[in-house]
């Protein structure tokens, strides 16, 4: 009798370990953007040249420099998508569901797109990943696993496109992100590994937090209709852009902020901790804070004066000597 409860209980281990797995952590919902994290990043975008925390190569970094943000102005590339994994950087809210098959297993999860930023796949049931000749759409192709009660994600085939919304730091086709989904309660954490062998001299790695939004209302992916935006960039074959050597915005950061240039231009040494105390010694803080000064969470809430002497500013200084204003920029 003892020895047909061990048989019994080892083959129903094995029926369970040769299955596929079942979700540990339930991920459906709408998740909403937690806007007091990196609100500068999620908000209102980085600086045109403003490269800190990414580990450019110099072919990277070079080519950030020539972008300019009219580009995306042009017809034929204002539907262009951003990758999935993009929404790190992105104020959006996010929508996750499961798909099934017909025995009730999940076979992949769904993450919602947005208008400029394009929606995931992640398949959960073993199957392979593309030849590398393969078809490369916007979304890449993603494959899924839970590790504990973690969603480990893996995806390639991604189109080359922009790391960063705004500011040019691109991204290549041979790019690829390694994400974990965590689920804590309300809160839903993801951590991206992004590696790129043409323009990353070593991994991006960037968390994100979002909450969980019981009222679901998190829109799903809007189709982009394009239009002339600026109708001097039509049929004259003009592709914005700045020539080499010639970024007007290349020292603005070291300027308004005191930053070395080195970290403005995205070394890889300036990304960890250590580096703020090479530079302890010669860095010059500011006298005084006159743009991003006050967090999110007092302009959310309709604050511009949340402490005394202290007035928000939560965009742009307005016009400098050689700068257009922050809302001139795209079109001028």
Request: with cysteine; aromatic share 10%.
């Amino acid at each position: 009798m003892a020895a047909i409860r061990v048989v019994a209980a080892m083959w129903l281990l094995l029926v369970l370990t040769s299955s596929p797995a079942f979700a540990q952590i339930d991920l459906t919902g709408s998740w909403t953007v937690r806007m007091h994290e990196d609100w500068i990043e999620r908000c209102c975008g980085r600086d045109v040249v403003d490269y800190t925390g990414l580990p450019l190569t110099d072919e990277g970094r070079a080519l950030a420099l020539l972008y300019q943000p009219t580009i995306y102005a042009m017809r034929e590339r204002q539907c262009l998508l951003f990758s999935p994994y993009s929404l790190q950087f992105w104020p959006h809210s996010i929508q996750m569901w499961s798909e099934l098959d017909s025995d009730g297993r999940i076979v992949a999860w769904r993450m919602s797109g947005v208008v400029e930023r394009d929606g995931l796949t992640v398949w959960m049931d073993g199957r392979p990943h593309p030849s590398p000749n393969a078809y490369y759409p916007f979304s890449g192709f993603t494959t899924g696993k839970w590790e504990g009660d973690t969603l480990t994600t893996y995806t390639t085939h991604l189109k080359t496109s922009y790391t960063r919304r705004g500011n040019g730091s691109p991204a290549s086709d041979q790019a690829t992100v390694t994400a974990h989904l965590t689920r804590h309660d309300d809160l839903l954490t993801v951590t991206t590994i992004q590696e790129d062998p043409v323009y990353l001299t070593e991994p991006l790695v960037v968390t994100r937090v979002w909450q969980l939004d019981t009222r679901g209302n998190t829109a799903r992916q809007a189709s982009c209709n394009a239009v002339t935006e600026i109708p001097r960039l039509e049929d004259t074959g003009e592709v914005p852009h700045y020539d080499r050597g010639d970024n007007p915005e290349v020292d603005y950061m070291t300027k308004e902020y005191h930053l070395p240039m080195e970290a403005v231009m995205g070394y890889a040494e300036t990304t960890y901790p250590e580096y703020r105390r090479k530079i302890k010694a010669t860095y010059l803080p500011l006298a005084a804070c006159d743009r991003y000064c006050c967090g999110w969470l007092p302009i959310s809430g309709g604050s511009v004066f949340p402490a005394p002497g202290l007035a928000c500013v939560a965009a742009g200084k307005g016009s400098l000597a050689g700068r257009p204003a922050d809302t001139d920029r795209r079109t001028k």
